[in-house]
């Protein structure tokens, strides 16, 4: 059986970004004292093993005072349930509330994490022929998610600015030129992985302006939008023609154990039997083939993070927020205290787990082993961010899982590697 | 946007078994006080809400136990995790104890239930040309997958005694003569749904050659198995040629509400680097581009069962091994009692939610909604079960959600329906 599947899985499973995550992993594995700037988990600081029950109980009390019988909290939380979900109500407030989001509740499917709500929207999206558009570099998971279901990316090279909405038009046609379909556009317009950067406003209103012109969907990722100093209004607040997907997660705003993310697709559709539906009524379909529905236990547990905050992360996340700024600020500052000139420069993102260092040095895996071992810390190289080849000279540097004295210790490990190596 | 997506979606996202599935749930929903013997969830009765937040407190204890730290207890249900879960050990276990299924722990990969397991199975070993055979009718689970996946299907059809070993090898040789490869065989061996039939023991071990001679790998599904009168050898555990990957389920002998499931890949394989691993490990990558982990808070509870339980499902579920082979017997009693001669014949399974009733009416969707409408009863056409065609004169019985009085008067106004009908 070695033999029958050895060719099989290579080429296919094995994936280039799988293969780094991987090395990455074992790296931190080998040397388990080394300081990680790599990992972007959300700092755990926060969390109290007890809260996860609490709010189930939370969720399940708050059922009972909506008037709902024993029997049916019951089944809410131990059978199977609504393929889209049940927290769905509380997660459109939480949108409308935070983010000016307004959308019927049924326009929301909650989701096994984010990943699963790419998968499905790729899946329910994409024809063969059609192409993703991707600022680049790009976070991993929708490269991923696309690999999975064989969609070629298109990457959109990123400024100091973020995406450049001319270059998505330029991209688009190129795409269009060969004869495929650019069907939409994935980024993180809010401190994005890897590289921090923030759309600013006028780009948005332009951005939607190219997706109206170019035929295009967004997808709008926002897992760090609570994080930063100026909250920028979202895309899909700013979405008067339904162009736009936005895609949430509740692992930094809450945290990452139940695994709970949600699509947005207020788009109206016609189903098979004709009928006007939503999008994320029709996704749903591909929902159930995928997961059935998402765990319903999960689902309680952040429904009672919802109840408990009056359904407004921002203000249930407002010591994690300090937190985050504070990171950052540390990070950027000791940047600045221990890199000597010439041998670093860095991008000042305005928020989020990110920043991005670019050397002269060569910031491949073999750096980065030499930095685990003899140096004592972790990090990212970007290359891993650029499917097609980038990146060799920068790296990722996460604010995100540290203490600040950890954080800053990690970066004068880093600055003495770097000096060392210019 | 209404142009823009109506023809996209169709004939893509939506598909003919789950446009059935939803036509059987707008039924429950239109009628009702309908009893449904259409309903293939488990039976609520044995549930209380507050036993989640026990389950959860089991396995934190647990982990206490053993003498791990507040700290990475915290880290273990509220942090991300590892790809393939944290009670691979436990379901390990409980395989040895229960099924005298012996596999390293690392050859199990925890799932987001086993719809996810399947989705993983096929994503990681099918390649374009591949073929999946499966039993007919067929669970619409795994059709779902190959779906979502673009992965043709060749049916098997099933005789009373389930799968014919040399009706697979027949079907793998026509599926090789169109040039394509038949890569694997699906099946539920242990009272499959929906036909309820249980695979002879002669017939598994017949099944796992003809694997060997045809180059077939085996995805047993065992959703059913515990509810049986007369436990079968799993194929897992008669599998000396690493043929069959297990698929499993904590629906039925939980709860559904955790969503957690897994699959045992044991299989040696060669990675990308050369090194010998599980194929477990290697679908890992499938699963971080879908669902990144299962849901930490949702492993902690099925944990704090198999923990509670000494990791025996079989002895944990007494009570319920007890009430659905009371269930099944009722009605297979209930329709000897209601059902005139000629009016309808049926199997007669050893185990299981499901039995299949024939009867010369033909038993469609207009029959179906007179039928709720105006006998008050749901039931499922076996027709749902076949993709190509087939099953227009069964239903499918399912008895595991009612209490046995309710089951006796379903099976009442169904007798009526079709002694009308006739």
């Excluded at 004869?179 to 556009?185: E, I, K, S, V």
């Excluded at 504070?326 to 860095?346: E, I, K, M, Q, T």
């Excluded at 540290?402 to 003495?416: N, S």
Aim: proline share 6%; net charge neutral.
């Amino acid at each position: 059986v070695v033999d029958l599947l050895r060719e099989e899985l290579h080429g296919s499973v094995t994936d280039p970004v799988a293969a780094s995550m991987n090395f990455l992993n074992e790296i931190a594995g080998r040397y388990p004292d080394a300081i990680s700037l790599a990992a972007g988990r959300p700092y755990e600081g926060f969390y109290r093993t007890e809260d996860v029950g609490r709010y189930l109980d939370v969720y399940t009390g708050y059922l009972r005072q909506q008037g709902i019988g024993e029997e049916r909290v019951r089944r809410t939380v131990m059978q199977y349930g609504r393929t889209n979900g049940f927290i769905h109500d509380l997660v459109a407030r939480m949108l409308a509330v935070d983010e000016g989001i307004h959308v019927p509740a049924d326009a929301v499917a909650v989701t096994t994490g984010c990943q699963e709500a790419m998968v499905i929207t790729l899946r329910g999206l994409f024809r063969p022929g059609d192409v993703l558009l991707a600022a680049a570099p790009c976070y991993v998971g929708i490269t991923g998610a696309a690999r999975i279901l064989d969609i070629p990316v298109a990457p959109v090279p990123e400024g100091p600015d973020g995406l450049d909405p001319a270059e998505v038009a330029r991209v688009a046609a190129r795409v269009r030129a060969t004869g495929a379909r650019p069907r939409a556009l994935y980024l993180v317009p809010d401190f994005a992985n890897p590289t921090g950067s923030q759309l600013p406003v006028p780009r948005r209103h332009q951005l939607l302006r190219v997706a109206r012109d170019e035929d295009l969907l967004i997808l709008e990722d926002d897992p760090y939008g609570l994080f930063g100093v100026t909250p920028h209004p979202k895309l899909k607040a700013l979405d008067t023609d339904q162009r736009v997907i936005y895609l949430g997660s509740f692992a930094k705003s809450c945290f990452p154990g139940p695994r709970v993310g949600f699509l947005v697709a207020d788009q109206a559709v016609v189903d098979a039997a004709g009928r006007r539906t939503l999008l994320a009524h029709e996704l749903s379909t591909v929902k159930s083939m995928l997961t059935v529905n998402t765990s319903a236990v999960a689902q309680a547990v952040i429904g009672g993070v919802l109840v408990e905050s009056g359904c407004s992360l921002r203000a249930a996340n407002r010591d994690k927020i300090a937190f985050y700024r504070r990171n950052l600020s540390g990070l950027l500052a000791a940047l600045g205290r221990y890199l000597p000139a010439g041998v670093a420069s860095w991008n000042v993102p305005a928020g989020g787990f990110f920043a991005v260092l670019s050397t002269p040095v060569r910031a491949d895996v073999e750096l980065l082993t030499t930095s685990a071992r003899e140096y004592g810390v972790i990090w990212t190289p970007m290359s891993f961010f650029y499917p097609d080849g980038g990146g060799e000279h920068a790296i990722r540097l996460s604010c995100s899982s540290l203490t600040p004295d950890d954080l800053d210790e990690a970066v004068r490990r880093l600055a003495k590697l770097l000096t060392a190596m210019s």
